[in-house]
């Protein structure tokens, strides 16, 4: 599967040996990663990803993504949806980038980038939620061109629905 490239970056399809060596925050020769890189949040995510190949096999391109910058290569948070489309074409996303590069308008491209690419694989929702207290990232989502559409005690919800085409 090839790279989804934004203006300003490339969002990097995992393959299950690299999200193996994000998981366990252990480069290889050859990878190119920001300090900082993994966070937390990679290491989480790229070990769901390593589980889901595992238990149900390799989900691209409905899986993880590294977020890269264009411009030096280097690896510096991570995208995706968080399991397979479900039966009426719906996703939900995640994204999160190393401290250092928030603030830039980073997350926002990285998953207006990761929309677009599912709007082209013909699905018909993205969702997407962020912690009450998260006001950054329901920002983030907003500028991406979700639309909130609720919350819980704990969370905010977030989604875009594409229109059937009227081919």
């Not at 399809?13 to 290889?28: C, D, H, W």
């Not at 009450?132 to 919800?157: I, K, P």
Request: with cysteine; aromatic share 8%.
């Amino acid at each position: 599967m090839d790279d989804l490239l934004t203006e300003r970056l490339v969002l990097h399809p995992l393959t299950p040996a690299e999200a193996e060596r994000v998981a366990a925050g252990k480069p290889a020769e050859g990878d190119r990663w920001a300090p900082g890189y993994p966070s937390a949040a990679d290491v989480e995510g790229a070990t769901a990803f390593v589980q889901a190949c595992r238990t149900t096999g390799d989900p691209r391109p409905f899986g993880g993504y590294e977020i890269r910058r264009r411009a030096d290569g280097l690896a510096i948070g991570g995208t995706g949806f968080n399991r397979l489309p479900d039966a009426d074409g719906t996703v939900t996303i995640g994204y999160g980038l190393i401290t250092s590069e928030r603030g830039k308008g980073y997350a926002t491209e990285a998953l207006r980038g990761l929309i677009r690419f599912a709007r082209e694989c013909g699905l018909s929702l993205v969702k997407g939620d962020a912690d009450l207290g998260n006001v950054a990232s329901q920002r983030v989502m907003l500028a991406a061109g979700m639309r909130y559409v609720g919350e819980d005690e704990r969370v905010r919800y977030y989604e875009i629905a594409f229109p059937e085409d009227d081919t």
